[in-house]
């Protein structure tokens, strides 16, 4: 059984920072590309930001420039350093990882952000 536990979320005055981390657990023979996601009620996820095994990055535009995302392969955790943070912002944000040789793919279950003006 594989899990995917994300922290780090909270309330946050617009400007301000927050350290979301994604902890994958159990049988895990591999992690591939790992990504954060974010949804406001109503609407689709939205990719956020996109990190290989090798460590190569991709960003929305809309986060370019203010959102760094990380991982720690011997801890199986991926970060997403959120910096001048916007009421945009607000909204849920979900990790998740493509798993062994048939890149399974799993959803953690979320951690909230609310980024207030």
């Known amino acids: 059984q594989v899990q995917l536990v994300e922290s780090g979320g909270g309330l946050v005055q617009a400007g301000g920072s927050l350290r979301l981390s994604c902890a994958a657990s159990g049988s895990i023979f591999s992690i591939n590309d790992m990504r954060w996601y974010h949804q406001v009620p109503g609407k689709q996820r939205e990719l956020v930001a996109t990190?290989?095994?090798?460590?190569?990055?991709k960003y929305a535009d809309s986060v370019k420039g203010r959102f760094t995302i990380s991982r720690e392969n011997a801890k199986n955790t991926v970060y997403l350093q959120m910096n001048s943070l916007k009421p945009e912002d607000t909204g849920r944000y979900y990790c998740n990882a493509d798993l062994g040789p048939i890149r399974a793919r799993y959803w953690g279950q979320g951690t909230q952000v609310t980024v207030s003006s």
């Open positions: 990190i290989t095994s090798g460590g190569s990055t």
